[in-house]
């Protein structure tokens, strides 16, 4: 047999069967193309991605390349394709989703060029100018509506034919009747979908940093200069001016012809930080995230790939658009959750940025004022340069913060949410026109709707979870799989009538807030108000732009939010999750009072926050209090250390669920057994628990099982698993095998 140059393809097929590279003959194909190929017994035409060339032996059974279809992946996006798949063990065409443009690979057209720029059609004015006037004065007569769309047109020369139509109180009948009569054109042109296209944004000069800010700038501006890569965690207090710190540092980069990348936790937060960037780099930014319609990610994507853009401002995902010669990668307020991703492939945007900045030699900015536990000891390992900001921008003083006791409340009779404490700086607010958020990590209006005769609790058929009760529509809710049903007025178990809501939510403290002040406007801001587009956006505006009285929300309002006005916090549960089940509880608990509490006081006013709270005493609550990081991570670390925790070692969660709860069980013990076994073949310290029903042991009609995996590395257990769990998933097609390395909850 002789040997033959091919390429090597993946496929765009979701399948485990299908998850490695098929050699074809090139025909002209080349890496990172997207091709068209003959696949499968019937050799149906379908897309994928040439990742690679090589040889190998020429058979009549070695296919070849029917079509190129152009660029889609440069080397170093196929060297983050091939890191993604190994990093969190998942298959080709879950790393490939991610790094393509939106729809691209869609099985409906299958192809980029298919989902490109929006055409509309646009009218021109054509008429001859000398003769234009006796022209309208003819139509005036026989033909009025033409008339009024001449006239509008001779005007402007050019617009949108749906524009014209409705202006002129016409149809598009008449507009194509003057196209024959060569008074017009009608031709299509590509319209950018940007929809902060129309945000008015006043070009402003960097502001005169601080003798902090100064040195952090300059600092990064020597690394960039050098060429290489370096990590740097900035912890600086909120209001210290950080992202004055980013702005400067990649105005640097641009300067040096370099480009940026501005990853922010919460599509809440894009709005703000967005608008900062436009007013510094003018249409040279792009906004990219998921609450973004498809075609506007996809022109945003195109531009970048097309390079338009020098700064990129999104949430995670951006991370993973096409941006060249990239000097510097920002990831604000960095201790967030939502940097990892829940959905296929597992990715930790934290860490896809750092394997970025290593490739492109650029510096890596990790910044918050309560960094990760994992960073801040990766800081004092050496592997990131720690670089502080102690004092807010301007000298402004930090908030005043006081702990109330709530078991004191109750004594003295006040069953309020709100402490005798935290009513009386409210209402000091309202008389001074000054503005006030209120944080409760818990939307809807009550937790729970239960009986108090027999005891029956309200719970989703599908999902071992309660639902929530929800006043503005009088239903209860899943917030695992959205099951929805009108709420009780007669316990359906005994016929009771003494069936009520328990608990406190987002939208209870609203009302209460109406009944004690009934003079004050309010707005609130969770998941159940943010589902429309530009939803944050607007309520946010709307808060700033009304001075709203008072914003009550979930934890998207604890960071990066800046509002001069806003003098008092609240923070209603301060405990609410310290006492869960997950060994991160005291950190996010921290980061959550810490950030929120560093909302008031942002202006020329002193700020002032309530934490309320049943454990006025515990370590947490006191360090959040006195703003106190070092001794909560003092404190933290020391804990993790001892029980072997991150960022001692690495958890790894693997979940199986289906239909049938007795295949699920067997799986997961099957996985158990083999992935056990090939670890002490290797002499791999690892510990296990479970197999074991998981905590939330159904959701969506689909049982769950789970099994833990605690190990020094999973850089050596990730080849183990990739054998036992993905093999895992060939097997059964009725059961689904998730793998979740060092993930946000095990539940």
Not at 587 to 602: H, M, N, P, S, Y
Not at 638 to 667: C, H, L, Q, T, W
Request: hydrophobic fraction near 35%; charged fraction near 25%.
């Amino acid at each position: 047999m002789s040997v033959t140059h091919c390429v090597k393809v993946i496929i765009n097929n979701p399948s485990r069967q299908v998850d490695r590279c098929f050699d074809y003959i090139g025909n002209g194909a080349s890496e990172g193309d997207h091709v068209l190929v003959p696949f499968g017994k019937g050799n149906k035409l379908t897309d994928g991605v040439v990742i690679g060339e090589g040889e190998a032996e020429y058979t009549d059974k070695l296919k070849t390349v029917e079509r190129v279809k152009g660029k889609l992946l440069d080397k170093r996006r196929i060297e983050l394709l091939n890191w993604l798949r190994e990093k969190y063990v998942c298959t080709y065409y879950d790393s490939l989703r991610i790094l393509l443009p939106p729809g691209a690979m869609s099985s409906k057209n299958g192809a980029y060029e298919g989902f490109g720029n929006r055409k509309i059609n646009f009218a021109y004015f054509a008429a001859d100018e000398e003769t234009f006037d006796s022209e309208l004065s003819v139509l005036e007569l026989k033909a009025p509506a033409q008339a009024r769309v001449m006239d509008i047109l001779s005007q402007v020369k050019k617009m949108p034919v749906v524009y014209l139509t409705e202006m002129s109180q016409t149809t598009v009948s008449t507009v194509k009747a003057l196209e024959k009569k060569g008074f017009l054109k009608i031709e299509p042109e590509a319209v950018e979908r940007n929809p902060f296209k129309e945000m008015p944004v006043e070009i402003k000069k960097d502001l005169n940093p601080t003798d902090e800010q100064r040195a952090v700038i300059d600092y990064t501006v020597s690394v960039m200069k050098e060429n290489r890569y370096e990590g740097i965690l900035l912890r600086g207090v909120t209001g210290s001016g950080k992202t004055e710190v980013y702005l400067q540092a990649v105005r640097e980069a641009v300067n040096m012809g370099r480009k940026a990348i501005i990853l922010v936790p919460e599509i809440s937060l894009t709005p703000q930080m967005s608008k900062r960037f436009l007013s510094r780099f003018g249409d040279r930014v792009a906004i990219f995230h998921s609450g973004l319609s498809m075609g506007e990610r996809f022109d945003a994507w195109d531009k970048i790939n097309k390079n338009e853009i020098d700064v990129v401002v999104g949430a995670r995902s951006a991370v993973f658009t096409p941006l060249e010669n990239i000097g510097i990668i920002v990831v604000d307020e960095e201790h967030e959750a939502s940097y990892k991703s829940d959905m296929s492939p597992r990715y930790d945007a934290r860490e896809a940025a750092e394997f970025i900045c290593r490739s492109n030699n650029a510096v890596l900015m990790l910044a918050s004022a309560t960094p990760s536990v994992k960073s801040a000891y990766k800081a004092l390992k050496g592997e990131y340069t720690l670089k502080q900001m102690k004092n807010r921008y301007n000298n402004v003083n930090l908030p005043l913060v006081d702990v109330v006791d709530m078991r004191l409340e109750l004594s003295k009779g006040n069953r309020s949410f709100f402490s005798f404490r935290l009513q009386d700086e409210i209402e000091k607010n309202l008389k001074n026109k000054e503005q006030t958020i209120l944080f409760l990590n818990r939307r809807g209006f009550a937790t729970f709707v239960s009986c108090r005769a027999c005891g029956f609790a309200a719970k989703c058929p599908d999902c071992n979870i309660a639902l929530t009760y929800h006043k503005y529509d009088n239903n209860l809710v899943c917030h695992y799989c959205g099951y929805t049903i009108k709420n009780y007025t007669t316990c359906p178990s005994c016929n009771s009538k003494f069936i009520k809501q328990f608990g406190v939510g987002t939208e209870k403290v609203e009302e209460e807030i109406k009944n004690i002040f009934p003079q004050a406007t309010t707005i609130r801001m969770d998941v159940d108000t943010t589902r429309g587009k530009m939803s944050h956006q607007k309520i946010l505006e709307k808060f700033e732009n009304e001075k709203i009285d008072i914003l009550v929300g979930t934890q998207m309002i604890t960071k990066g939010l800046d509002f001069p006005n806003v003098s008092l916090v609240g923070v209603l549960a301060a405990d609410m999750m310290l006492y869960s089940d997950d060994y991160q509880a005291g950190e996010k608990t921290f980061q959550l009072i810490t950030q929120v509490c560093g909302r008031a006081g942002r202006g020329a006013k002193q700020g002032r926050a309530i934490v309320q709270t049943y454990s006025p005493q515990h370590r947490i609550i006191t360090c959040s209090k006195n703003q106190d990081y070092g001794e909560f991570y003092k404190n933290e670390i020391a804990v993790r250390k001892k029980i072997m925790y991150p960022p001692f070692s690495d958890i790894i969660n693997i979940i199986v669920s289906g239909e049938n709860v007795r295949n699920v069980r067997e799986m997961i013990c099957k996985i158990s057994d083999e992935t056990k076994t090939k670890l002490g073949e290797e002499n791999i310290y690892f510990s296990f628990a479970g197999p074991n029903p998981a905590p939330i042991s159904k959701i969506s009609g689909r049982y769950r099982w789970r099994l833990l995996l605690k190990c020094e590395s999973c850089e050596k257990v990730r080849s183990v698993l990739r054998q036992t769990v993905i093999n895992a998933k060939k097997l059964d097609d009725d059961l689904t095998v998730t793998l979740d390395i060092n993930p946000n909850s095990v539940l």
